[in-house]
């Protein structure tokens, strides 16, 4: 009877390491995770561990030393989550790049601080003539990438560098190979829209444009040593250089404005560069610049656009009434004022984007329609092609809505591409900063994509990001 007891109290085999055992492979792939729970009369030895990962696919970059130390020791290890196989993260590659043998006219130029604190307005229209057949840039070639390799032992590959690619513009040649750019011509370097790169003849006007110039529309650079009259347009292929103001006048120049006093626009034309426009101030004016705007002064009640960068940071650094959006980022020393003036400034998006973003949604409607008008068409002509009633008349009609569907088709894709292109950067928020190295006044409106806050109090040394959350969040600078 006691022997019977004892044979129904006999105690479960002990579990092995395998039933135990949880292994976690990261995303990414490059880590590996070993946790276990060791019970009464467990055992463990090196091997079952590598049968283990074996089973969970862990091939590579085992920690050996880690592993041995378990099978020696394993209720040290107990409930512990072990790193135990590393993998070899991809290097990613270096994009190539076009590095100028010369400064461009797009570089530091302007308006230049002094240590005192003033502004030397006098030494600032120095311009960059290059001579024929002197090397303006030479290309840098691409890095390629270096793959990794999975915990699993799989290859992870790895992102190669990007080739550089010359944007040339006029009078610039290059070599047989394409790797060095040359001036053509003896003039003035200017980088234009794209950053083309060109060289251009100028035109000077030695005092002010008014009556006695009128309007100049030049396929190079042109300077004018005075002020810009009211009414008056310059419209420039490459850069406009005003050593006085400008006031209620148009400008228009494939490359870099620059105006060494500024610009009183009294709400009248425009100033639009395909670079920087560079400036002491401005007052009531619009001014659009597909790259940065750097203001030395003050932004007073404007319209301004930059594809980057606003920068208002050097001397006053003022920022007060109107809008201002940048593509990247807007930098100043104050923003709004204590009389709380409404202050607009919206980042992360070039300002062209959204202009561009309705006029393609607006294509491919256009487009989708003209594709369903060719179907409809084309449906009618097959159905009396069915019945032998297609006429010469109504074969030609045939071939003319074939050929708009194939054309509207076309259009509509490359419609489509650019739309999600687009939406994509629309998106990408990230970098997109607000820094304001002095005070931000209450009154303020930041905007970053769909995100807006208002700002309520005053705020110094601060910069604003776009938070994880998807709210307008600041740091202290």
């Known amino acids: 009877m006691e022997e019977f007891e004892n044979k129904g109290k006999e105690t479960p085999p002990a579990k092995k390491f395998v039933d135990v055992a949880k292994v976690q492979i990261a995303k990414d792939k490059l ?37 041995r130390k378990v099978a020696a020791s394993p209720r040290s290890y107990s409930h512990e989550k072990l790193i135990v ?55 840098i070639p691409s890095i390629k990438g270096t793959p990794g390799k999975s915990v699993t032992g799989d290859e992870i590959a790895a992102k190669d560098g990007k080739e550089a690619r010359y944007q040339v513009g006029k009078n610039v040649l290059l070599d047989q190979e394409k790797v060095h750019a040359y001036a053509a011509i003896d003039g003035q370097v200017s980088v234009t829209d794209k950053g083309k790169l060109n060289v251009l003849s100028v ?47 148009t400008l228009e120049a494939n490359g870099t404005i620059e105006i060494v006093q500024g610009v009183i626009g009294q709400n009248k034309g425009h100033v639009k560069a395909g670079h920087d426009v560079k400036a002491g101030f401005i007052q009531d004016a619009v001014v659009t610049a597909e790259n940065d705007v750097i203001i030395s002064q003050v932004i007073m009640h404007s319209n301004v656009s930059a594809g980057h960068q606003v920068i208002c940071r050097a001397t006053k650094g ?75 008349d109504k074969k030609a009609m045939q071939i003319k809505f074939t050929n708009s569907k194939l054309l509207s088709e076309k259009k509509l894709a490359q419609s489509k591409e650019r739309l999600g292109e687009i939406e994509e950067v629309l998106n990408g928020m990230q970098g997109a900063r607000v820094e304001c190295s002095g005070i931000m006044y209450s009154g303020t409106k930041l905007v970053f994509g769909s995100a807006v806050r208002f700002i309520k109090e005053n705020y110094s040394r601060s910069a604003f990001y776009l938070g994880e959350d998807g709210q307008v969040t600041s740091t202290i600078l």
């Open 203 to 249: 035109y000077e006007v030695k005092g002010d444009l008014d009556f006695s110039v009128g309007n100049i529309d030049f396929v190079g650079s042109v300077v004018i040593r005075g002020n810009v009259h009211p009414g008056f347009t310059i419209k420039a292929g490459g850069d406009i250089r005003i050593a006085g103001s400008v006031e209620g006048a």
């Open 31 to 67: 880590t590996a995770v070993m946790e276990f729970e060791m019970e009464d009369g467990m055992t463990l030895t090196y091997d079952e561990i590598i049968s283990v990962l074996e089973k969970n696919k862990v091939r590579f970059g085992r920690d050996e030393e880690l592993l």
């Open 85 to 139: 196989a590393h993998g070899v993260a991809p290097v990613h590659g270096i994009d190539g790049k076009i590095e100028y043998m010369i400064r461009s006219s797009a570089g530091k130029t302007g308006p230049q601080e002094k240590e005192d604190g003033s502004v030397d307005y006098y030494n600032v229209l120095t311009l960059l003539n290059v001579s024929k057949g002197q090397m303006l840039a030479k290309k």
């Open 318 to 392: 003022l920022i007060v009434g109107g809008s201002i959006k940048a593509g990247e980022g807007v930098l100043a020393k104050i923003i709004g004022n204590a009389a709380n003036t409404p202050t607009s400034i919206e980042v992360g998006v070039k300002p062209q984007l959204r202009e561009e973003l309705q006029n393609l949604k607006k294509e491919v409607k256009e487009h989708t329609a003209a594709v369903l008008k060719a179907d409809q068409g084309l449906r009618f002509l097959d159905q009396l092609a069915m019945q032998g009633q297609l006429t010469a």
